[in-house]
């Protein structure tokens, strides 16, 4: 036991020391690896597959980085707000932790009120993912992996994942996402978790930005923000961003100080899977996002819970200070049969795309 912290020191050195470092001596040590082109510049670490910043021009050439993070990899050991993480093998949450998967009855590590958030305590999230590759030139891209052992958190069978961030085009990101259940079926379902401001991210709330989000339903939820299992139309109500509207024109009208919701996506995925998610503009930089993705639901969380947290250059970030627009599954689908199914049988592969097109 006591040697676990000082364990983590040594990573963190390590981690300092090492930015770009080369893949032959990372196998398992925390490092930080920036994928570049031009003046468009993101940062990946391997702690928790975790983007920990993302430089964007504007229109006048000034530079910002519009994700909110961490000086260093240390402080995202002990986060609680999952900044830039990749979150699984469950995102979002999961009834009292529980659920039934071929008759067999499975419990979860709880850490939010009687759910399981985000994978439970130690999700992916708060691992060391194993670097794979790393290229530079025209479109350079960082794989990771990890291997999900039988029984982590409380899910059953291994499996193997992967996630592959991409500079795919001018000013663009792709994630892919892959996992493949090994000797068991089990739920599978991961999210990027990154909170964007496009204005930067010391730049104030998000509450001026404009959002456009390409979904006529939401899955309600109870007090403790798991679904009802209904699927519930916008229309008439302040979740309705189907045309660009301003976040905080409605943001009093819903409950629980902000949205964090999950938006049942309109139409059917094109012949590449992917289909148009969401849409985000800010006005006083003029940058926007607009995002696509290939599954059926995102949920739009407005960083209602951010509180006074210590982030990068000492700036102290508060509620409303991003957006997150994390595809997924829906929440607690394995507790609702009329949601899209999220079991991922022995052999099968989970695929989870993600593109960001940027514009200033
Ligand atoms: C994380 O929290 C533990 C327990 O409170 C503490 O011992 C450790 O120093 C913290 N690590 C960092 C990097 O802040
Ligand atoms: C957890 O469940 C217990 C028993 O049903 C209930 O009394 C308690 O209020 C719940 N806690 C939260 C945080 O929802
Ligand atoms: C998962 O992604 C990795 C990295 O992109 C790739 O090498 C692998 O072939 C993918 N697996 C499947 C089953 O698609």
């Known amino acids: 036991m006591a040697r676990a912290p000082l364990m983590l020191i040594l990573l963190f050195i390590l981690a300092f020391a090492c930015v770009n470092c080369s893949i032959a ?35 006048k050439g000034n530079l910002a980085d519009v994700v909110l993070g961490y000086d260093g990899i240390g402080p995202y050991i002990n986060d ?3 900044f830039g993480a990749l979150v699984g093998r469950v995102a979002n949450r999961i009834a009292r932790g529980r659920f039934v998967l ?32 790393k290229m530079d030139g025209d479109y350079p891209y960082i794989t990771l992996y990890y291997h999900s052992f039988d029984g982590e958190q409380g899910f059953p069978g291994d499996l193997d ?15 892919h996402m892959n996992a493949t259940a090994i000797d068991k079926a089990t739920p599978a379902n991961l999210a990027q978790h990154t ?13 001026s930005n404009t959002v456009q989000i390409f979904a006529s339903h939401i899955t309600p939820v109870d007090a403790s923000l798991i679904p009802t299992g209904q699927i519930a139309p916008v229309a008439g109500t302040p979740y ?24 049942v996506l309109d139409g059917s995925p094109s012949p590449n899977g992917m ?11 003029g940058r926007a996002v607009e995002l696509w993705a290939n599954q059926p639901g995102v949920q739009f969380y407005t960083a209602n819970f951010l509180d006074n947290v210590k982030g990068k250059g000492g700036h102290v970030y508060g509620k409303h200070d991003a957006l997150c ?13 009329n949601f899209p199914s999220q079991i991922v049988n022995p052999g099968e592969v989970y695929k989870h795309d993600m593109l960001f097109k940027f514009s200033f």
């Not at 008759?103 to 759910?115: A, V």
């Open 25 to 59: 001596n990372t196998k398992k040590i925390v490092g930080l690896y920036e994928l570049k082109k031009g003046d468009y510049s993101l940062r990946i670490t391997n702690w928790g597959a975790t983007i920990t910043s993302l430089i964007l021009p504007d229109s």
């Open 80 to 82: 609680t707000t999952y």
């Open 102 to 133: 071929n008759g067999k009855p499975y419990r979860l590590f709880i850490n939010n009120g009687n759910n399981s958030l985000h994978g439970g305590h130690r999700g992916f999230s708060k691992v060391i993912w194993t670097v794979k590759e």
């Open 161 to 175: 994942v992967y996630v592959t961030y991409k500079i795919s085009g001018p000013y663009e990101l792709s994630v």
């Open 195 to 207: 909170y964007w401001n496009l204005g930067g991210h010391n730049s104030g709330t998000i509450l």
């Open 240 to 263: 309705d961003f189907l045309q660009p509207t301003t976040v905080g024109s409605h943001i009093k009208e819903v409950s629980g100080g902000g949205y964090d919701i999950n938006y």
């Open 275 to 285: 289909r148009k998610v969401a849409a985000v503009r800010d006005g006083r930089s």
């Open 325 to 337: 627009l994390e595809t997924q599954g829906f929440p607690d689908a394995v507790n609702h049969p």
